[in-house]
Protein backbone atom coordinates (compact mmCIF):
# COMPACT_ATOMS: atom_id res chain seq x y z
CA UNK A 1 0.00 0.00 0.00
CA UNK A 2 1.00 3.36 -0.65
CA UNK A 3 2.76 5.35 2.28
CA UNK A 4 1.08 8.43 1.14
CA UNK A 5 -2.47 10.66 1.23
CA UNK A 6 -3.55 12.98 -1.00
CA UNK A 7 -6.68 14.51 -2.04
CA UNK A 8 -8.14 12.91 -5.14
CA UNK A 9 -8.16 16.39 -6.92
CA UNK A 10 -7.88 20.15 -7.50
CA UNK A 11 -8.00 22.92 -9.22
CA UNK A 12 -5.86 25.84 -9.78
CA UNK A 13 -6.83 29.15 -12.46
CA UNK A 14 -3.83 29.69 -14.91
CA UNK A 15 -1.04 31.80 -14.24
CA UNK A 16 -1.99 31.02 -10.06
CA UNK A 17 0.51 29.32 -7.23
CA UNK A 18 -1.02 25.56 -7.56
CA UNK A 19 -0.33 23.64 -3.54
CA UNK A 20 -0.25 19.78 -3.74
CA UNK A 21 -0.17 18.50 -0.09
CA UNK A 22 0.35 15.23 1.26
CA UNK A 23 0.54 13.34 4.62
CA UNK A 24 3.01 10.51 4.67
CA UNK A 25 2.89 10.66 8.79
CA UNK A 26 4.56 6.90 8.83
CA UNK A 27 7.84 8.11 6.84
CA UNK A 28 11.06 6.33 7.77
CA UNK A 29 13.95 8.59 8.71
CA UNK A 30 15.94 7.55 5.42
CA UNK A 31 13.35 7.82 2.96
CA UNK A 32 12.67 10.76 0.67
CA UNK A 33 9.93 12.31 -0.48
CA UNK A 34 9.45 12.67 -4.41
CA UNK A 35 7.05 14.23 -6.61
CA UNK A 36 6.03 12.37 -10.41
CA UNK A 37 3.19 13.72 -12.49
CA UNK A 38 1.24 11.90 -15.41
CA UNK A 39 0.02 13.93 -18.21
CA UNK A 40 -3.20 12.31 -19.99
CA UNK A 41 -1.90 9.65 -21.99
CA UNK A 42 2.10 10.03 -20.93
CA UNK A 43 4.29 8.10 -18.94
CA UNK A 44 5.42 9.37 -15.20
CA UNK A 45 7.74 12.60 -15.44
CA UNK A 46 10.01 12.62 -12.37
CA UNK A 47 9.50 16.67 -10.31
CA UNK A 48 11.23 16.79 -7.29
CA UNK A 49 12.33 14.83 -4.34
CA UNK A 50 13.95 15.87 -0.36
CA UNK A 51 14.52 13.85 2.46
CA UNK A 52 13.98 16.84 5.01
CA UNK A 53 14.95 20.50 3.46
CA UNK A 54 12.96 22.51 0.99
CA UNK A 55 14.04 21.94 -2.20
CA UNK A 56 13.60 24.03 -5.97
CA UNK A 57 14.16 23.11 -9.21
CA UNK A 58 12.97 24.96 -12.66
CA UNK A 59 9.48 22.84 -12.76
CA UNK A 60 8.45 23.32 -8.56
CA UNK A 61 9.58 23.72 -4.97
CA UNK A 62 8.65 21.30 -2.09
CA UNK A 63 7.99 21.83 1.14
CA UNK A 64 8.52 19.55 4.01
CA UNK A 65 7.49 20.33 7.54
CA UNK A 66 10.46 19.92 10.14
CA UNK A 67 8.42 16.49 11.75
CA UNK A 68 8.68 15.23 8.26
CA UNK A 69 4.79 13.76 8.13
CA UNK A 70 3.67 16.29 5.80
CA UNK A 71 4.58 18.30 2.32
CA UNK A 72 3.22 20.44 -0.31
CA UNK A 73 4.54 20.52 -3.74
CA UNK A 74 4.43 24.06 -5.36
CA UNK A 75 3.70 24.70 -8.67
CA UNK A 76 4.25 28.52 -8.75
CA UNK A 77 2.62 29.96 -11.69
CA UNK A 78 0.49 26.85 -12.71
CA UNK A 79 -0.28 27.11 -16.41
CA UNK A 80 -2.80 24.80 -18.74
CA UNK A 81 0.07 21.86 -19.46
CA UNK A 82 0.39 21.29 -15.69
CA UNK A 83 -3.35 19.78 -16.13
CA UNK A 84 -1.88 16.36 -14.71
CA UNK A 85 -2.11 13.35 -11.93
CA UNK A 86 0.25 14.36 -8.85
CA UNK A 87 1.72 11.49 -7.23
CA UNK A 88 3.43 11.92 -3.91
CA UNK A 89 6.14 8.59 -3.40
CA UNK A 90 7.64 8.02 -0.57
CA UNK A 91 10.59 5.45 -1.50
CA UNK A 92 14.26 5.34 -0.32
CA UNK A 93 17.37 7.06 -1.54
CA UNK A 94 19.41 4.99 -4.34
CA UNK A 95 18.47 3.73 -8.05
CA UNK A 96 16.98 -0.32 -6.24
CA UNK A 97 13.99 1.61 -4.63
CA UNK A 98 10.91 0.80 -6.37
CA UNK A 99 8.20 3.43 -6.36
CA UNK A 100 5.05 2.64 -4.88
CA UNK A 101 2.28 4.82 -6.39
CA UNK A 102 -1.06 5.75 -4.84
CA UNK A 103 -3.76 7.37 -6.84
CA UNK A 104 -2.55 10.45 -6.91
CA UNK A 105 -4.14 14.36 -6.92
CA UNK A 106 -5.63 15.32 -10.19
CA UNK A 107 -4.79 18.73 -10.79
CA UNK A 108 -6.81 20.94 -13.29
CA UNK A 109 -5.60 23.83 -14.10
CA UNK A 110 -8.44 26.11 -16.28
CA UNK A 111 -8.18 29.36 -18.14
CA UNK B 1 18.83 13.13 -25.35
CA UNK B 2 16.97 9.97 -26.11
CA UNK B 3 14.72 9.21 -23.72
CA UNK B 4 12.72 5.50 -22.60
CA UNK B 5 10.75 3.96 -25.58
CA UNK B 6 8.58 0.96 -25.95
CA UNK B 7 7.78 -0.95 -28.15
CA UNK B 8 4.94 -1.26 -29.59
CA UNK B 9 3.03 1.70 -28.39
CA UNK B 10 -0.53 -0.07 -28.60
CA UNK B 11 -0.84 -3.71 -29.08
CA UNK B 12 -4.18 -6.20 -29.68
CA UNK B 13 -4.40 -9.78 -28.11
CA UNK B 14 -6.68 -12.32 -28.74
CA UNK B 15 -7.11 -13.97 -25.26
CA UNK B 16 -4.64 -17.11 -24.79
CA UNK B 17 -1.86 -15.46 -27.19
CA UNK B 18 1.31 -14.81 -26.23
CA UNK B 19 3.08 -11.23 -26.20
CA UNK B 20 6.05 -9.59 -25.88
CA UNK B 21 6.98 -6.03 -24.81
CA UNK B 22 10.14 -4.52 -25.54
CA UNK B 23 11.64 -1.65 -23.42
CA UNK B 24 14.86 0.58 -24.59
CA UNK B 25 16.05 2.21 -21.77
CA UNK B 26 18.75 5.18 -21.32
CA UNK B 27 21.98 4.27 -22.23
CA UNK B 28 24.41 4.02 -19.39
CA UNK B 29 21.56 3.45 -16.98
CA UNK B 30 22.02 0.09 -14.47
CA UNK B 31 18.33 0.06 -12.89
CA UNK B 32 15.54 -1.04 -15.06
CA UNK B 33 12.24 -1.24 -13.83
CA UNK B 34 8.37 -2.40 -14.88
CA UNK B 35 4.96 -0.93 -14.08
CA UNK B 36 1.66 -2.17 -14.98
CA UNK B 37 -0.96 0.67 -14.73
CA UNK B 38 -4.49 -0.57 -14.98
CA UNK B 39 -6.97 2.02 -16.29
CA UNK B 40 -8.06 4.69 -13.81
CA UNK B 41 -5.20 3.48 -11.47
CA UNK B 42 -1.88 4.45 -10.42
CA UNK B 43 0.94 2.55 -11.97
CA UNK B 44 2.04 -0.69 -10.09
CA UNK B 45 5.77 -2.39 -9.75
CA UNK B 46 6.02 -5.86 -11.39
CA UNK B 47 9.95 -6.27 -11.73
CA UNK B 48 13.66 -5.04 -11.13
CA UNK B 49 16.80 -5.11 -13.32
CA UNK B 50 19.92 -4.45 -12.14
CA UNK B 51 22.16 -4.24 -15.23
CA UNK B 52 21.12 -8.19 -16.14
CA UNK B 53 20.50 -9.13 -12.99
CA UNK B 54 16.39 -9.75 -12.08
CA UNK B 55 16.97 -8.67 -8.36
CA UNK B 56 13.02 -8.27 -7.36
CA UNK B 57 10.45 -9.89 -9.19
CA UNK B 58 7.64 -9.51 -6.57
CA UNK B 59 5.43 -8.07 -8.40
CA UNK B 60 4.37 -9.99 -11.18
CA UNK B 61 1.14 -11.40 -10.91
CA UNK B 62 1.84 -14.62 -12.24
CA UNK B 63 4.15 -17.36 -13.50
CA UNK B 64 2.45 -15.92 -16.71
CA UNK B 65 4.32 -12.95 -16.66
CA UNK B 66 8.63 -13.11 -17.75
CA UNK B 67 11.01 -10.53 -17.91
CA UNK B 68 14.61 -10.71 -19.27
CA UNK B 69 17.75 -8.25 -19.54
CA UNK B 70 20.18 -10.32 -21.28
CA UNK B 71 22.53 -8.29 -21.94
CA UNK B 72 21.93 -5.31 -19.12
CA UNK B 73 20.25 -2.88 -22.01
CA UNK B 74 17.22 -3.93 -23.48
CA UNK B 75 14.35 -5.84 -21.69
CA UNK B 76 11.45 -7.44 -22.82
CA UNK B 77 8.17 -8.36 -20.73
CA UNK B 78 6.84 -11.71 -22.26
CA UNK B 79 3.29 -12.28 -21.26
CA UNK B 80 1.86 -16.23 -21.99
CA UNK B 81 -1.28 -17.06 -22.64
CA UNK B 82 -2.95 -13.62 -22.23
CA UNK B 83 -5.87 -12.95 -20.48
CA UNK B 84 -8.54 -10.05 -20.54
CA UNK B 85 -7.29 -9.01 -17.04
CA UNK B 86 -4.35 -8.28 -18.58
CA UNK B 87 -5.50 -5.44 -20.16
CA UNK B 88 -3.22 -2.12 -19.17
CA UNK B 89 -0.39 0.05 -19.57
CA UNK B 90 2.74 -1.69 -19.23
CA UNK B 91 5.49 1.34 -18.33
CA UNK B 92 9.06 0.97 -18.24
CA UNK B 93 11.67 3.18 -16.37
CA UNK B 94 15.65 3.63 -16.30
CA UNK B 95 17.59 5.10 -13.66
CA UNK B 96 21.08 6.19 -12.97
CA UNK B 97 20.34 7.36 -9.30
CA UNK B 98 17.48 8.49 -7.70
CA UNK B 99 14.82 9.38 -10.22
CA UNK B 100 13.40 7.12 -12.66
CA UNK B 101 12.78 8.21 -16.09
CA UNK B 102 9.63 6.64 -17.33
CA UNK B 103 9.07 5.35 -21.00
CA UNK B 104 5.72 6.12 -22.92
CA UNK B 105 4.11 2.90 -22.08
CA UNK B 106 2.83 -0.32 -24.09
CA UNK B 107 -0.91 -0.28 -23.96
CA UNK B 108 -1.91 -3.90 -24.05
CA UNK B 109 -5.72 -4.54 -25.01
CA UNK B 110 -6.98 -8.39 -24.65
CA UNK B 111 -9.93 -9.45 -26.00
Known amino acids: DAKTTQPPSMDCAEGRAANLPCNHS???????VYWYRQIHSQGPQYIIH???NNETNEMASLIITEDRKSSTLILPHATLRDTAVYYC????????????FGTGTRLQVFP | GAGVSQSPRYKVAKRGQDVALRCDPI?????LFWYQQALGQGPEFLTY????????KSGLPSDRFFAERPEGSVSTLKIQRTQQEDSAVYLC?????????FGPGTRLLVL
Open chain 1, 26 to 32: TISGNEY
Open chain 1, 89 to 100: IVSGADNTDKLI
Open chain 2, 49 to 56: FQNEAQLD
Open chain 2, 27 to 31: SGHVS
Open chain 2, 93 to 101: ASSPSRSQY
Open chain 1, 50 to 52: GLK
